[in-house]
């Protein structure tokens, strides 16, 4: 497995990464939880090195999988969880990143996780009443503690990177970016450029659309979260079917599969992007690490360019409510 460093002077790690919230969070049927655990472990003998989870997925439930799962690997390996909304006893399920809920997500994630450091501590949603500067001195104060390595932010708009930043530097921004959502471009991988920041793209394959799998007609448990989303609407899985076909040309001559292109798209574009495809399964497992030794010629990045350029990709990725969360 080839490896990256994540933003300037940020821990090198595997260039493909795996998200972990689909193992029991927001996917239907959760899978069984032994076979999970071996998953991640065999992820780990593939090379991966670097794996995402959150507080919020499950909740709690996923963060205590993803410890468990690599307990034996701690010196190995980094593990990304994030903190920002109100749960627990009393919560609200709202957003919630005031200091001392910070404390406490850091506090509880440390045991759940079975680490003494956090590697990686995302803000998962910017929130609106509580500056970001007290944010960033929450997660600098846990650094300076020992119990934090690195802190991130997720969906951040430009602004509030750059508030952050100028308090307590950040190491990565995870947000969503793929061949079918590239918004990121505007001004958010410019300014994580420009700051020596690493960008971790998250529903890298769009969420199963980009492996070609998925067509107008393939149902949705109710407890799937793109039952709901309208990108995932019939006709618009319908419209959307160019992106899918211009991967699979591309696949067709590089001998790859649609997955594979779309993850080598990405790690393409620049030296400090590490996607995490989620997967429950081993073949999709080893699949998405292929991706990491697939090379794309200037040519074929030009002609996924123009290509891309004449598709217009229908339906909003999340409800209006959800949306609106996002690029504060």
């Not at 998200?19 to 959760?30: S, Y």
């Not at 999988?65 to 006893?89: H, M, N, R, S, Y």
């Not at 991967?247 to 997955?259: Q, S, V």
């Not at 200037?298 to 290509?307: G, K, Q």
Request: aromatic share 6%; with cysteine; glycine share 10%.
């Amino acid at each position: 497995m080839q490896t990256r460093i994540l933003g300037r002077g940020g821990p090198r790690i595997s260039a493909i990464g795996l998200g972990c919230m689909g193992m029991n969070h927001h996917r239907g049927v959760v899978p069984d939880r032994r076979e999970m655990i071996a998953l991640i472990r065999a992820s780990v003998e593939r090379g991966v090195t670097f794996f995402d989870t959150a507080e919020v997925y499950g909740p709690f439930t996923n963060e205590s999988l993803v410890g468990e799962a690599l307990e034996p690997f701690q010196d190995d390996v980094v593990i990304a969880t994030k903190f920002g909304f109100d749960l627990g006893a009393g919560g609200s399920g709202g957003l919630n990143s005031r200091p001392e809920r910070i404390r406490q997500v850091a506090e509880e994630s440390l045991m759940r996780l079975r680490v003494d450091t956090i590697d990686l501590f995302y803000q998962h949603r910017v929130d609106p009443d509580v500056p970001i500067e007290e944010v960033a001195g929450a997660v600098k104060t846990l650094i300076a503690e020992g119990k934090v390595r690195h802190f991130g932010l997720s969906e951040p708009g430009e602004n509030t990177i750059r508030r952050a930043h100028a308090v307590q530097p950040i190491t990565a921004i995870q947000s969503e970016y793929s061949l079918w959502w590239r918004r990121t471009e505007e001004a958010v991988l410019p300014a994580c450029e420009e700051l020596g920041i690493g960008f971790v793209p998250y529903s890298p394959l769009g969420r199963g659309f980009l492996t070609g799998s998925i067509d107008e007609t393939t149902p949705f448990d109710s407890g799937d979260n793109r039952s709901i989303l309208p990108r995932f609407a019939p006709a618009a899985r319908r419209a959307n079917r160019p992106i899918v076909a211009l991967l699979e040309e591309i696949g067709g001559r590089k001998g790859a599969t649609p997955a594979q292109i779309a993850l080598a798209w990405l790690l393409a574009q620049r030296p400090w992007i590490v996607p995490i495809p989620g997967t429950t399964k081993l073949h999709r497992l080893e699949e998405n690490v292929g991706a990491a030794g697939i090379g794309l010629t200037p040519d074929d990045l030009r002609h996924i360019a123009e290509a891309a350029a004449r598709i217009t990709v229908q339906g909003d990725r999340y409800p209006a409510s959800v949306e609106a969360q996002t690029g504060r």
